[in-house]
């Protein structure tokens, strides 16, 4: 085997990982050991069956369908996904071609044609690692199954990736056609088009997702609003009640004294057993609730609230702690609400599947730090606590695994604050650490 044929090899190995390099880090999920093998077996037989000119093309077809029967995605994601990984691959192996042929004698560029070959898929893996460290993006939000991702995001940019894919094709296969073995003067002209492309198409993607952040802002903040609005409906029915719960006690009571004076054991007896009765339904209707009053913010005091009501009528006993005033919380207003929020969550979801389904929360300040206690029960057996804290992992199925994942994310945004996690055959906690 000489040089030339080694670094073939190289090359040809080295771009199959560039692909799938590329493919995972704008999925940002690890690609599984199925897609990969089944694509470096379609890459090896395409490029058996046909030329290295011809099989580059199909590239873009076997990553889409690949996307969608292994990856299970949507059509928009895989669309996606498969055209910005050829079109970037494709455009930056062939600028550093480019290069390389414009700033080397003929000779050398076709005596070392391998070489430059496995050097520029090295240059394209460089500049692609650049371009993400430089604008930042957030592919991640990608994975959100949201209007705004559909319409705002992927409608546009898999349109200009629609014909630029489309245009790449029909000039490759017309090179081909005339027997272009080397760059010729079309592609010139798309290389260097195309890298403005894939860059602007990268800023415009970047400042989507910015505004898709903000919006998914404003859609908690208006959330926020709604359930305070609730809780304060629900405060005012709760204090109509206990007006009406005054009114009648008082002419209960008038009633039972008159008994008393008269002697008549039996109205005594029913008139007192008619009382403990109202005042165990009433009392338990509200049970704990009146803790939520020690918390200073109305958002998160709402959205307890909203949570409470809705757990209990899903057969959830919910016992809720908080003695003490929680103030002035070293943590950001909406990452405190979602931490509490997807916590409680998981609680109530783990609780239904139990035979007894037990959720309590309590808060309390201590030692110059908050804490946040959630526990509750589940279902017989041991959870990998190593795992649930793992982006896509989920005990629930497919496309969840998001909640404890940003939890950890918040929980490691703050240097003062620290999380645990203790389980039994039959009870899960979460303790949070907040310290000021």
């Known amino acids: ?26 999925r940002s999920k690890r690609l599984s050991i199925k897609f990969i093998l089944i694509y470096v077996v379609l890459e090896v037989i395409s490029t058996l069956l046909l030329s290295g000119a011809v099989s580059v093309i199909l590239i873009p077809i076997k990553l889409y369908f690949l996307s969608l029967k292994v990856l299970k995605e949507n059509k928009n994601r895989a669309f996606f996904y498969s055209s ?15 290069l390389f042929q414009d700033f080397t004698p003929g000779k050398f560029w076709n005596r070392n044609f391998t070489i430059i070959w496995f050097i520029t898929i090295l240059l394209t893996f460089l500049v692609h690692e650049i371009l993400f460290k430089f604008i930042k993006i957030d592919f991640s939000a990608l994975l959100d199954n949201d209007h705004f991702i559909a319409e705002k995001i992927f409608k546009p940019i898999n349109r200009t990736f629609k014909i630029a894919v489309l245009v790449i094709i029909l000039v490759h296969i017309l090179e081909i056609a005339v027997g272009r073995d080397t760059i010729s003067q079309y592609t010139q002209s798309l290389v260097f088009s195309y890298t403005f492309l894939i ?10 997702i910015v505004a898709y952040k903000e919006e998914l802002m404003r859609r908690e903040k208006a959330e926020q609003f709604r359930r305070l609005t609730l809780y304060t409906r629900e ?9 009406g719960f005054k009114h009648d006690y008082k002419n209960m009571l008038i009633s039972l004294e008159d008994s008393i004076r008269g002697g008549d054991i039996n109205d005594i007896r029913y008139l007192f057993h008619e009382i403990l ?23 998160l005091k709402s959205l307890l609230y909203h949570k409470i009501v809705a757990a209990r009528q899903d057969g959830v006993d919910v016992t809720i702690e908080i003695k003490q005033p929680i103030e002035g919380v070293n943590m950001d207003l909406l990452d405190f609400v979602r931490l509490i929020s997807v ?3 998981n609680g109530v979801e ?12 309590a808060m309390l300040y201590e030692q110059k730090q908050h804490i946040i206690y959630v526990k509750n029960s589940k279902s017989a057996g041991l959870v990998p606590i190593n795992r649930i804290f793992q982006k896509g992992y989920s005990t629930k199925g497919a496309n969840r695994g998001t909640g404890l994942f940003s939890v950890k994310e918040i929980v490691d945004k703050y240097q003062k604050t620290s999380m645990e996690t203790e389980q039994t055959e039959d009870s899960f906690t979460q303790v949070v650490f907040i310290g000021g």
């Open 343 to 345: 916590l409680v969550d």
């Open 199 to 208: 860059i602007s198409v990268l800023i415009f993607l970047n400042n989507r």
């Open 350 to 361: 783990a609780a239904k599947d139990s035979l007894t389904p037990k959720l309590t929360i």
């Open 1 to 26: 085997m000489t040089i030339q044929d080694l670094f073939g090899f190289l090359s040809l190995i080295t771009e199959y990982c560039l692909y799938l390099y590329v493919f995972s880090k704008i």
């Open 84 to 98: 910005y990984t050829f079109s970037f691959c494709f455009t930056f192996i062939n600028f550093f071609d480019l």
């Open 277 to 299: 009765m109202r005042a165990n339904v009433t009392l338990s209707e509200g049970e704990n609730i009146d803790d939520l009053s020690f918390l200073e913010n109305p958002a």
């Open 235 to 243: 405060v005012e029915e709760m204090y109509q009640t206990v007006r």
